[in-house]
C-alpha cells in the first residue's frame, strides 16, 4: 500500500530509520558527507521532481568503486521519501537467499519478501555482486514487478548498468528505463575507517 504523500511532511526518526532496515552506521549520513560528483547533481534533480519521480517510478542506479559511500547515498533518498508520510526498506542483495528460503518476518503480519514489493521505495544494496542464479533471478523479479506497477527502485553496484554480468540484456534494458545512472566518486570511505582504527591501535598508550 503506498503512503507516500509529497503535499504532507514529518519527522524521520530514528525508530522510522530501523524500521527501514537502514544500519546504524547511516543514520547520521547527510548531504554534505557526499563529495561533488555525477551523482550528487542527480540526487538534487530527483529531489526537486520527488512527486514526479515517485508516480512515474523513477530511481537511480548509483554506481562507482567500492567504498565510495553508495549505500549511504540512497539511504538520503529513502528519508527523502519517508519525509513526505511514504514506505521504503533497504535490501541487502547478499541476504536474499535466507530471506527467501527462511520465510524471515518483516514484522507480525509481513514477511521481509513480500515487504520489497509492498514499500513506496526500495534499495536494492549492491545489485553487481557475484550473486548466483537463484538471487540475480529474485533481484529482476523484484525490479520487473515494481516497474511494471511503477513503483521507483534505487540499485547501488559497483559497475555501470551495462556490465552487470548476472543479468540479461532485457533486464538491463528495463532498468535504464526506471533508473537513472549517477556516478558516485571521491573519498575512500573504507580507506578513512582503517586509518582511524589504526591510529586506535597503534597510537594509543602502552
Same mark, same amino acid.
Given at each position: &500500500?503506498?503512503?507516500?504523500?509529497?503535499?504532507?511532511?514529518?519527522?524521520?526518526?530514528?525508530?522510522?530509520?530501523?524500521?527501514?532496515?537502514?544500519?546504524?552506521?547511516?543514520?547520521?549520513?547527510?548531504?554534505?558527507?557526499?563529495?561533488?560528483?555525477?551523482?550528487?547533481?542527480?540526487?538534487?534533480?530527483?529531489?526537486?521532481?520527488?512527486?514526479?519521480?515517485?508516480?512515474?517510478?523513477?530511481?537511480?542506479?548509483?554506481?562507482?568503486?567500492?567504498?565510495?559511500?553508495?549505500?549511504?547515498?540512497?539511504?538520503?533518498? &529513502?528519508?527523502?521519501?519517508?519525509?513526505? &508520510?511514504?514506505?521504503?526498506?533497504?535490501?541487502?542483495?547478499?541476504?536474499?537467499?535466507?530471506?527467501?528460503?527462511?520465510?524471515?518476518?518483516?514484522?507480525?503480519?509481513?514477511?521481509? $519478501?513480500?515487504?520489497?514489493?509492498?514499500?513506496?521505495?526500495?534499495?536494492?544494496?549492491?545489485?553487481?555482486? %557475484?550473486? %548466483?542464479?537463484?538471487?540475480?533471478?529474485?533481484?529482476?523479479?523484484?525490479?520487473?514487478?515494481?516497474?511494471?506497477?511503477?513503483?521507483?527502485?534505487?540499485?547501488?553496484?559497483?559497475?555501470?548498468?551495462?556490465?552487470?554480468?548476472?543479468?540479461?540484456?532485457?533486464?538491463? $534494458?528495463?532498468?535504464? %528505463?526506471?533508473?537513472?545512472?549517477?556516478?558516485?566518486?571521491?573519498?575512500?570511505?573504507?580507506?578513512?575507517?582503517?586509518?582511524? &582504527?589504526?591510529?586506535?591501535?597503534?597510537?594509543?598508550?602502552?
Amino acid at each position: &500500500m503506498q503512503l507516500f504523500d509529497f503535499s504532507r511532511t514529518c519527522k524521520v526518526t530514528d525508530d522510522d530509520l530501523a524500521w527501514m532496515n537502514i544500519g546504524e552506521n547511516f543514520w547520521r549520513v547527510t548531504l554534505d558527507a557526499i563529495p561533488d560528483c555525477g551523482f550528487k547533481k542527480v540526487y538534487a534533480q530527483w529531489v526537486k521532481r520527488l512527486d514526479e519521480c515517485m508516480k512515474k517510478g523513477y530511481g537511480l542506479y548509483i554506481w562507482g568503486d567500492f567504498r565510495r559511500g553508495k549505500s549511504a547515498a540512497a539511504t538520503l533518498m &529513502m528519508r527523502e521519501v519517508a519525509s513526505h &508520510m511514504g514506505t521504503a526498506y533497504f535490501l541487502e542483495t547478499g541476504r536474499i537467499a535466507d530471506f527467501w528460503i527462511g520465510n524471515v518476518p518483516f514484522d507480525d503480519e509481513m514477511l521481509i $519478501k513480500e515487504r520489497v514489493f509492498d514499500v513506496d521505495l526500495l534499495v536494492l544494496d549492491d545489485v553487481g555482486a %557475484n550473486h %548466483n542464479d537463484f538471487v540475480a533471478g529474485i533481484i529482476e523479479q523484484i525490479f520487473r514487478f515494481r516497474a511494471d506497477r511503477a513503483m521507483p527502485t534505487v540499485c547501488t553496484a559497483n559497475p555501470h548498468p551495462s556490465k552487470l554480468a548476472k543479468h540479461g540484456t532485457s533486464f538491463i $534494458k528495463v532498468l535504464k %528505463n526506471y533508473c537513472w545512472p549517477a556516478r558516485l566518486e571521491g573519498r575512500d570511505w573504507g580507506e578513512e575507517a582503517s586509518e582511524e &582504527m589504526r591510529g586506535l591501535f597503534e597510537g594509543g598508550d602502552e
